[in-house]
């Protein structure tokens, strides 16, 4: 539903990386299955969101930045130029922004304050009905087994709990 949401929002394509050999991925692995897709293409830039919501960490996109050796930026606000060269991007910081330049290739993580997403158009909405939208398989993307997923995570959750409420 995503995907096709994206779709209808203006993406061009779509890929869904599924398989059970991805589950039970920490931050690492998972940055490493969604660097080996994005190998696949090259792209000068990668958007990521600022985190997940599931462990809120905030480490997948500069994952992803340090397996394909690209310059990173994070907690992106607003982009403020883009040449063929670099990007010069306003991140949130703890007391307000910071402007800086990055060169390209670059991965992005951004905050919500950085776009109002539009209401898909109807042609938007036709368009996501219809994709087609492939699932890779670690085999598509040239991903060990032993790198991806529980077997390639260097990171174990052993429990999950909430501390005891305290008065």
Known sequence: DALREAISLGCDD???LC???F???DTWATSFALAQALRKFMPDIVFCG???IDGDTGQVGP???VHLDYAQATYVAKIESLDKRKITVKRLVENGYE???VRLPVVLTVVKEINEPRTPSLRGK???RKAEI???KPSDIDAPEDKIGLKGSPTLVIKVFSPPHRE
Do not use: Y
């Open 126 to 128: 036709m368009n996501a």
């Open 134 to 136: 492939p699932v890779w």
């Open 14 to 16: 779509a890929i869904h």
């Open 19 to 21: 398989d059970r050999a």
């Open 63 to 65: 994952g992803v930045a």
């Open 99 to 101: 402007l800086c330049s």
């Open 50 to 52: 600022m985190q997940a």
């Open 23 to 25: 589950g039970g991925a």
